[in-house]
Nanobody, 125 residues
Framework: QVQLVESGGGLVQTGGSLRLSCAAS????????MGWFRQAPGKEREFVAA????????YNTDSVPGRFTISRDNAKNTVYLQMNSLKPEDTAAYYC??????????????????WGQGTQVTVSS
């Protein structure tokens, strides 16, 4: 069993930066690939980024080219999402997820095994 808790969200101005964290409980964190998703009001949930268990491979959505970076620290059981040059359209609830998956499955919310409760990011114009 893995429990995920996101933090680091908040209100930021356009062009600002935030770093989201997702802390995982349990000893098996390093076995899981991790993903970040987001959902804005009235919109479908969207894949943002993912990282394999080793941290060697990352995946990113094409909708945020070069602005978001996912990373992980297995010693701290934590995955991060560094978000730079934020725009109002980045406003959403951001969720992390953990799963024993790889490849294209990393882009699919339903393929993960565990999900966090989310943290709100609001970008003001």
């Amino acid at each position: 069993q893995v429990q995920l808790v996101e933090s680091g969200g908040g209100l930021v101005q356009t062009g600002g930066s935030l770093r989201l964290s997702c802390a995982a409980s349990g000893r098996t964190f390093s076995r899981y690939s991790m993903g970040w998703f987001r959902q804005a009001p009235g919109k479908e949930r969207e894949f943002v980024a993912a990282i394999t268990w080793s941290g060697h491979t990352t995946y990113n959505t094409d909708s945020v080219p070069g602005r978001f970076t996912i990373s992980r620290d297995n010693a701290k059981n934590t995955v991060y999402l560094q978000m730079n040059s934020l725009k109002p359209e980045d406003t959403a609830a951001y969720y992390c997820a953990a799963g024993g998956i790889w490849g294209n499955s990393l882009r699919n919310w339903d393929d993960y095994n565990y999900w966090g409760q989310g943290t709100q990011v609001t970008v003001s114009s």
